[in-house]
């Protein structure tokens, strides 16, 4: 790009910095010294390729989606957390907000993730362990208790049961006065990388498909701010992944949801800002920082390009970031906050608008209270001392991180076109849909994983890849960590208070409901309206999923060795 287009690039940028909100807050270094709010070619420079890098704000958004970066607002601090039942877990949101976080983010039980009742007997054990047990509406009431629905934005993360836990939100959230069109928050959703890597579905991807579709068209008319679908690369990366793979497998994934978006008729302008990332950010920090900005600009282009997308927000890729769950080592495990701080930094620097960080005993439990605070306090300090809020994309021009970022952005594309390759153009959904689906039933994706985290395992195991406290630097002594257990009395009054409620409601009108919602799947039209009526009348999780179950079938995953 020659210097005058660089100039006139860095024009619109200081317009729309002049004209936004910025933060009442002190933008200088430690030492007292100005900085820029954004740094690039020196005037009357030259600089190749720069349409990839551009100026924060504007397409392809490769550094940021805001001109003021985190001046004009810092990333949300969005601690996952949930265990126990509604009213234990409502204390800890409580005591997250009173703490500074600024948004809530629910971890369900492994029965609710399952779409299961408390009382089932698959549940046995499993009932408030790795987060909350939501049996019905009662519950989500309880759960945000005193938390006004209308102001925090929630995040909930459940994918196989996501429409049924939605209505119970939407029907707390009418149980608080709220009117659900200001609702604001994210719904995972995202089935496609259960198939792919977390292996928590309950029917077949086109059943699951057909119902995010009826989602999608509910929040597009009615709640123009929610996310209904959070499309989540984390648990590909967690299953072993590359970085290249994480990227391009996600990415794939929300282009397919693009898809199915405009196979309803959608308009992609109001339904695209509904889109949402979930990315891992893991120990290499450089990769990371390129693997985000590349996907931004990755997905903008193609938003622009090929779905015809018109608006900014339709093109912005905005995401949250999970520091990396499988970087944590038992060994020695208060390394795993310096780990943690690193990995969140990399997220910082590569413009997450959202973040979670990691509590040091995650191996080992759920986190205790101290180390769920340590985590908080890592993004505090991270935002409050080290100026990593003062500049936009603090890295973009350095030769090493552009270079990666065009390698991993070529890496993807390379994998779009195997799916690609892989589907039909035919599809009634869409070809990318399509590649993506025969990837999920002949195991292509599962493989590839493997195969990388076989690679990486063994490098790890011959000491190519070190790994502190396991493969070099040992102690003999590993201190002892005081662990959060979840009390068997959970589960037995989580049940009995199910059973009451299911003694107490209006059977009938369960009945109508669930029955509603059969017809409505049998006929085509959305489900959410009878479902939302069979959930005002108590119906349980368990009640609706398994009543789909019967009517879709369960879905088996071909083995594969
Ligand atoms: C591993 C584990 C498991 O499986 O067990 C999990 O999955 S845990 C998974 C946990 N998942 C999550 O917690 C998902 C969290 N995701 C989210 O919160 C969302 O989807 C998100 C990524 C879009 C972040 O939403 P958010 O509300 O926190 O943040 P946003 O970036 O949207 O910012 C909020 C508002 O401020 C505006 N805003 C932000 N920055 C600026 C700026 N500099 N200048 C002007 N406006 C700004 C945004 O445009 C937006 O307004 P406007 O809206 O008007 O544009």
């Excluded at 929610?226 to 984390?234: A, D, E, F, I, Q």
């Excluded at 282009?255 to 196979?263: I, P, Q, R, T």
């Excluded at 990332?277 to 920090?285: C, G, I, R, S, V």
């Amino acid at each position: 790009m020659d210097a005058e287009e660089i100039e006139r690039g860095r024009q619109r940028w200081q317009q729309r910095y002049d004209s936004a909100r910025k933060r009442d807050a002190d933008f200088t270094t430690l030492s007292g010294d100005e900085v820029e709010p954004v740094y690039g070619p020196a005037p009357g420079q030259a600089y190749e390729g720069f349409e990839r890098i551009g100026w924060p704000g504007e397409y392809p958004y490769t550094r940021g989606l805001h001109a003021t970066g985190y001046r004009g607002r810092t990333w949300t601090i969005r601690q996952f957390a949930g265990f126990g039942n509604a009213e234990q877990t409502n204390e800890r949101y409580r005591m997250i907000l009173e703490a500074g976080g600024g948004g809530l983010s629910v971890a369900f039980d492994m029965p609710t993730l399952m779409g299961y009742d408390s009382d089932d007997p698959r549940s046995l054990g499993e009932v408030g362990h790795c987060g909350v047990a939501i049996d019905s509406a009662a519950d989500m009431e309880v759960l945000f208790r005193g938390i006004p629905l209308g102001e925090v934005t929630t995040s909930m993360t459940i994918s196989g049961p996501a429409v049924p836990i939605f209505c119970m939100y939407l029907v707390a959230a009418e149980r608080q006065g709220v009117d659900p069109a200001v609702l604001n928050g994210t719904l995972q959703t995202d089935i496609f990388k259960e198939y792919i890597a977390q292996k928590e579905w309950l029917f077949a991807p086109e059943p699951h498909l057909r119902l995010i579709g009826d989602l999608m068209a509910h929040c597009a008319e009615g709640i123009p701010a929610y996310k209904p679908l959070s499309v989540s690369g984390y648990h590909i990366r967690e299953a072993g992944a590359t970085a290249a793979q994480e990227l391009a497998y996600t990415l794939a994934d929300g282009f397919a949801y693009v898809e199915l978006g405009l196979s309803r008729g959608l308009d992609v302008d109001v339904f695209a800002p509904g889109l949402s990332f979930f990315f891992d950010a893991h120990l290499d920090f450089f990769e990371e920082i390129a693997k985000f900005r590349a996907a931004r600009r990755i997905w903008a282009r193609w938003m622009r390009e090929r779905f015809g997308a018109k608006t900014d927000k339709a093109q912005w890729l905005r995401f949250h970031t999970q520091t990396a769950g499988v970087s944590l080592t038992a060994q020695q495990p208060y390394n795993n906050v310096v780990r943690t701080a690193v990995e969140a930094l990399s997220a910082v620097l590569g413009g997450t608008n959202s973040l979670h960080t990691n509590a040091l005993d995650e191996t080992l439990a759920l986190p205790s209270e101290q180390a769920a605070e340590i985590a908080l306090r890592t993004q505090q300090v991270l935002m409050e001392e080290t100026g990593v809020t003062n500049v936009a994309d603090p890295l973009g021009g350095s030769w090493y991180v552009e270079a990666l970022t065009d390698r991993i952005e070529q890496q993807a594309e390379e994998i779009f076109r195997k799916i690609l390759d892989r589907g039909r153009e035919d599809h009634p959904i869409g070809p990318i849909t399509s590649g993506i689906l025969r990837g999920i039933e002949d195991g292509w994706f599962t493989g590839e994983i493997a195969e990388a985290a076989f690679q990486y395992q063994q490098a790890v195991e011959k000491g190519e890849k070190r790994v502190v406290g396991v493969n070099c630097h040992p102690r003999s002594v590993t201190p002892e960590l005081e662990i959060l257990r979840v009390s068997h009395e959970v589960e037995r009054e989580q049940v009995r208070v199910l059973g009451a409620r299911r003694a107490a409601r209006d059977e009938a009108a369960v009945r109508a409901g669930l029955d509603a919602m059969l017809a409505a799947a049998r006929s085509g039209e959305s489900m959410i309206p009878p479902m939302l009526d069979a959930v005002r009348a108590e119906a349980t999780l368990g009640e609706i999923c398994n009543a789909l179950r019967e009517e879709w079938g369960i879905y088996r995953e071909t083995a594969r060795f």
